[in-house]
């Protein structure tokens, strides 16, 4: 099989592979479809070993032996590949598993090739009604964004408002999750400074606050919202979660799921006394996929525009420039 290989400085060559064989417990996908992520930044311009695509979609090729999934089945793939038998597996914790075999995408061959070799537990049949490149949103988009909110509302059980840093397809995908699971008429402040971005954040449902022009406070202010009750940045930078912080209301709740740059604050003043809370979240659990397939299912008008692009695997250098440039959604490439 031809696969795009990453060779650095934003430069993708192809290169001929062979066609992995399915062993034990194994199942080879023949991808269909995969979402570009911010998170292979390092990838496109460092360059990688493996085959990059972690958000991938596709159809069963071929099962090895002690599998149960039919060939023909359509379906998508957990990022990792989870051991199942650790404590935090045990209790459904998936995405914190302790005995982590692989990140697909990043320490094995992932979903840009025509074919992925992945153990059949992180496989997620979808159903034939829901058409492939639309099955990405189920990761990163709905699984990231919905366990954040998740998080967050362990701490916060009477939330009434919230604040989301960066409008990039993860913070997309944490809007409309907000607006899903906590109603239309929970008001939801999105920043950027990207206005491609933040137009499609009004699509969704979010008030948005253009950071190039007034401060998230002022930005709040015109849209008659006070502090938050729950923040989340998906941005990864210092200085919005240092804004959040500063917006949130008392007994308030900052969720971090970019993954970048660090916090600084002052416990009493930024945490005890207010009794407010700083939280990490880390993509999601497998188990959170079959809430939403149906929340997908349900919503699928709703969730598709947040993929803005399509480019067949051929095009994968120009889809990352567009994507890299900010003036997307979602990108996805197919095959």
């Known amino acids: 099989m031809s696969v795009p290989h990453f060779v650095g ?24 479809a995969n979402a570009l992520c911010g998170s292979e930044r390092g990838q496109f311009f460092g360059g990688s070993s493996v085959t990059p695509g ?40 998936t995405n914190q598993c302790r005995q982590k075999r692989a990140d697909m995408g990043f320490s094995h061959d992932g979903g840009y ?38 998080r967050g509302r362990l701490v916060v059980n ?38 491609y971005r933040l137009h499609l954040a009004e699509r ?16 709040a202010r015109r849209h008659g919202i006070g502090r938050a009750d729950l923040a989340l940045d998906t941005s990864g930078k210092a200085a919005a979660r240092r804004v959040l912080l500063d917006a949130l209301d008392q007994r308030g709740a900052l969720v971090c799921v970019g ?4 916090l600084e ?23 959170e996929l079959p809430g939403n397939l149906a929340l997908l299912r349900q919503y699928r008008d709703y969730l598709r525009p947040i993929i803005t692009h399509t480019f067949p695997v051929r095009d994968i250098q120009r889809a990352f420039e567009l994507f890299f440039g900010g003036e997307t959604g979602k990108v996805v490439v197919t095959q």
């Open 9 to 32: 400085q934003g430069a993708v060559a192809w290169a001929e592979r062979p066609v992995p064989e399915p062993g034990s417990g194994q199942l080879l996908i023949r991808v269909k």
């Open 54 to 93: 972690h958000e991938a979609a596709g159809v069963v090729a071929a099962a090895g032996p002690d599998t149960r999934t039919p060939v023909g089945t359509p379906g998508v793939i957990f990022l990792m590949d989870f051991c199942g038998q650790c404590r935090s597996c045990r209790r459904g914790a």
């Open 113 to 150: 090739g025509a074919y992925e070799l992945i153990h059949e537990s992180i496989f997620f049949p979808v159903g034939a009604d829901i058409p492939l490149a639309e099955a990405t949103l189920l990761l990163d988009i709905m699984g990231t964004g919905g366990h954040a909110l998740g």
């Open 158 to 195: 009477d939330l009434q408002s919230v604040a989301v840093a960066g409008a990039g397809p993860i913070g997309l995908g944490t809007l409309a999750m907000a607006k899903i699971t906590l109603g239309e008429n929970v008001p939801v402040l999105i920043s950027d400074t990207v206005p």
């Open 204 to 219: 969704l449902g979010g008030l948005t606050v253009n950071l190039k022009d007034e401060t998230l406070e002022a930005g």
């Open 259 to 262: 993954h970048g740059e660090g």
């Open 265 to 287: 604050l002052q416990v009493s003043r930024d945490l005890i006394a207010p009794e407010r809370a700083v939280l990490g979240s880390e993509y999601f659990r497998y188990d």
